[in-house]
């Protein structure tokens, strides 16, 4: 049993470790409420704000709402975001179409380098299909400022566009109309065709000569006694060309009527009247006589 000396030392000193506790922690606690009154936000902080600006896209080819007659195209964009009151970069584009249900990334930012404010390229699309086609392009941005004693305020900001145009690469039908195979004795023969579209231009080739331009149904004229061929060409608003079949028809001599010589013509006619008068004067003397 140890003496009754160091069992009072011992109460003593616990007693003294308590009380330095409770003014450690007095003290601490009045240092924290003078320091929380002195600075309200003690740590910088960090908050997502909307965006102060957003990219811009602009479509450099081909033009808006246009009509190609080719399956490969190549759409051209530019991209821009800037803010002189931050900083701004972008850091993904994709672009999809109307004709597939994928998107296709063309630019992601890697983390490293400095961020891009500016982004071009040319999107090469091959097999496009028939009809009315869009392709939109997305571009994705990210920024950030700071707030001075409040921290840093930091944002994301997207941006599509979408381009319209149409593909038609089908040439026009063209028919010749009642002219195949005919025969005719007329120097003059109707030219009537129909087209299955509307067109931009319409010609004729006549007998492999020279194309002539027309604006509708005509009439070969001054056609010389022989065999003949004609084509006829169309071409839609989108380029495509369109021919009918090479047409061939014959243009004959008249069937004239047997002639006489004008000599015998007269022969004949002075006979007759002479052979009536004769006949006149016998039935008048036989009158006579009677």
């Known amino acids: 049993m140890p003496p009754k000396g160091c069992t009072e030392m011992r109460k003593t000193a616990i007693a003294l470790i308590l009380i330095s506790g409770l003014l450690i922690t007095a003290i601490a606690g009045t240092f924290l409420v003078i320091l929380g009154k002195a600075n309200p936000n003690p740590m910088p902080t960090e908050v997502e704000v909307p965006p102060p600006v957003i990219p811009t896209i602009t479509f450099l080819s081909p033009e808006n709402n246009t009509l190609h007659g080719i399956n490969n195209l190549t759409v051209s964009f530019k991209s821009v975001i800037k803010l002189e009151t931050a900083t701004v970069g972008i850091n993904q584009v994709y672009y999809t179409t109307s004709w597939r249900t994928d998107s296709n990334t063309v630019y992601v930012w890697s983390g490293v380098e400095p961020y891009l404010t500016e982004y071009s390229n040319n999107l090469n699309l091959t097999g496009v299909p028939e009809g009315d086609q869009t392709v939109t392009v997305t571009v994705r941005a990210e920024g950030y400022y700071y707030r001075g004693s409040l921290g840093r305020a930091y944002f994301f900001s997207n941006a599509s566009s979408t381009i319209a145009f149409t593909v038609d690469t089908t040439p026009p039908t063209v028919s010749v109309l009642e002219l195949e195979n005919k025969k005719t004795v007329e120097s003059e023969v109707p030219l009537n065709f129909a087209i299955n579209e509307p067109v931009s231009k319409i010609s004729y080739v006549l007998d492999e000569q020279?194309?002539?331009?027309?604006?509708?149904?005509?009439?070969?004229?001054?056609?010389?006694?022989?065999?003949?061929?004609?084509?006829?060409?169309?071409?839609?608003?989108?380029?495509?060309?369109?021919?009918?079949?090479?047409?061939?028809?014959?243009?004959?001599?008249?069937?004239?009527?047997?002639?006489?010589?004008?000599?015998?013509?007269?022969?004949?006619?002075?006979?007759?009247?002479?052979?009536?008068?004769?006949?006149?004067?016998?039935?008048?003397?036989?009158?006579?006589?009677?």
């Open 210 to 290: 020279e194309n002539v331009t027309i604006a509708e149904n005509t009439t070969l004229s001054g056609l010389p006694i022989g065999a003949h061929n004609v084509t006829v060409y169309a071409w839609d608003a989108a380029g495509n060309v369109g021919a009918s079949e090479t047409i061939s028809f014959t243009v004959a001599e008249s069937e004239s009527f047997p002639t006489v010589p004008v000599a015998a013509v007269s022969a004949a006619s002075i006979a007759a009247v002479a052979g009536g008068l004769l006949l006149i004067r016998k039935r008048r003397k036989e009158a006579t006589h009677s």
